[in-house]
């Protein structure tokens, strides 16, 4: 009788509840071991763009140096829906364990387009220090 | 009910909860296209005449850089009453054509990996080296 009533109920729940086991891959990962190379000779961006292919991003840094960024995304985790309606009033709510941050790796170039530096780790590590906006010039 | 019975409506109740999606953004990159690019001679305005518009211009100082793209995305799902499982896989054509102060080519860069998503289970392992260079032989156009 409880199994039967546990049954009915997860039926009943599934219009209001889900759990969910989520997988999100997207874009290739760069090889360590590539950029450790590209780093010591001081690559340039010739070098740079045939051993790593296209990057996700090109950005102009504030102090004048180019950055190109390759991101790639392999994550997992668990994940909770919860929609109840409430006097004509739908409510939702999402518990989300799988922190969808993308891993990075940022290389720096100078104007001659010579690799100056490269920083891997979280994307939005990068592109919230780096990415800044030019400051507006002085009005007159 | 025989155990061939159970198993075709098992099998019959679990593919009504199954979901295969596929996005895609933009058109394929044409790598013959890029083939007939010359950095140091093809103007920006031969590289719009021949790839179209791109989808995004960067100005980096007096230089510029375009970039093309075209995503593909497949999404595979199934529910078991309130449990879901979800694998999302999203791979990308790219190319950025880089272009002195004098809008000349200097620099391409391109990947080529649309091809490549797969629908899969969340626990399952794709993209392995041989499993790409299996898809790679399958895509159209010479650079692979």
């Known amino acids: ?140 | 009910m025989t155990f061939a019975r159970c198993c075709g409506l098992a099998a019959l109740l679990l593919l009504g909860a199954c979901y295969f999606g596929r996005a895609t953004v933009n058109e394929p990159l044409d790598p013959d296209a890029l083939r007939t690019l010359r950095p140091g001679s093809t103007t920006a305005q031969q590289a719009l005449e021949l790839l179209g518009a791109p989808s995004d211009v960067v100005q980096l100082g007096k230089r510029s850089a375009w970039r093309y793209d075209h995503s593909v995305q497949k999404e595979a799902a199934t529910w078991l009453l309130i449990f879901a499982l979800l694998n999302t896989d999203q791979r990308q054509d790219r190319m950025w054509l880089f272009f002195d102060e004098n809008d000349v080519l200097t620099h391409v860069g391109a990947t080529f990996a649309a091809h490549r998503p797969q629908y899969a289970f969340p626990w399952e392992d794709v993209h392995e080296p041989e499993d790409a260079a299996r898809r790679d032989a399958d895509r159209f156009g010479p650079a692979r």
Do not use: Y
């Open chain 1, 1 to 140: 009788m409880r199994g039967a009533a546990a049954v009915l109920l997860t039926a009943l729940l599934c219009g209001c509840v889900s759990l969910r086991f989520d997988r999100r891959r997207g874009f290739e990962p760069v090889d360590a071991a590539v950029l450790d190379e590209l780093r010591a000779n001081r690559a340039d961006l010739t070098a740079c763009l045939q051993r790593l292919g296209a990057p996700n991003l090109v950005r102009e840094q504030p102090d004048g140096r180019i950055a190109l960024v390759w991101a790639w995304l392999d994550q997992f985790g668990w994940g909770i829906n919860v929609s109840v309606n409430v006097r004509n009033v739908a409510l939702s709510t999402d518990v989300d364990r799988n922190r969808r941050h993308m891993k990075g790796a940022v290389l720096f170039f100078d104007d001659e387009l010579r690799l100056v530096d490269v920083d891997c780790g979280l994307l939005r590590d990068f592109l919230t220090l780096r990415d800044r906006r030019r400051p507006d010039a002085p009005e007159d």
